[in-house]
């Protein structure tokens, strides 16, 4: 499977931003989607994932209430709806596709990865 990422750019702090990453090839294989970014000088760490029918989801502690994931199977998408954007959200996001059969927050349990977005919030 191919991912595409996109919606990444710059805004000021406390702006909203939306990210989308369209999934093309054998996508019916993939269940659990998931965001990570990688800050410079940082590892990549995860953001947000969500199960195959978009009943579970979770989120890292420091997104929480903040970021939403959300996903259109027939359109084969999932996004980020990023709200209340810190300095400290700055980064570049990938979309990850795992074929686990759990909900899961692990990077290696994504086999897929996007090229990454980059987001940089401005103070």
């Known amino acids: 499977v191919q991912l595409q990422a996109s919606g990444g750019g710059l805004v000021q702090a406390g702006g909203s931003l939306s990210l989308s990453c369209t999934a093309s090839?054998?996508?019916?294989?993939?269940?659990?989607m998931g965001w990570f970014r990688q800050a410079p000088g940082k590892e990549r760490e995860f953001i947000a994932a969500?199960?195959?029918?978009?009943?579970?989801?979770d989120y890292a502690d420091s997104v929480k209430d903040r970021f939403t994931i959300f996903r259109d199977n027939a359109k084969s998408t999932v996004s980020l709806q990023m709200n209340s954007l810190k300095p400290e959200d700055t980064a570049v996001y990938y979309c990850?596709?795992?074929?686990?059969?759990?909900?899961?927050?692990?990077?290696?349990?994504?086999?897929?990865w996007g090229q990454g977005t980059q987001v940089t919030v401005s103070s």
């Open positions: 990850a596709a795992s074929a686990i059969g759990v909900l899961t927050t692990f990077e290696a349990d994504f086999g897929s």
């Open positions: 090839g054998r996508t019916s294989s993939f269940e659990v």
């Open positions: 969500i199960n195959w029918n978009g009943g579970s989801t």
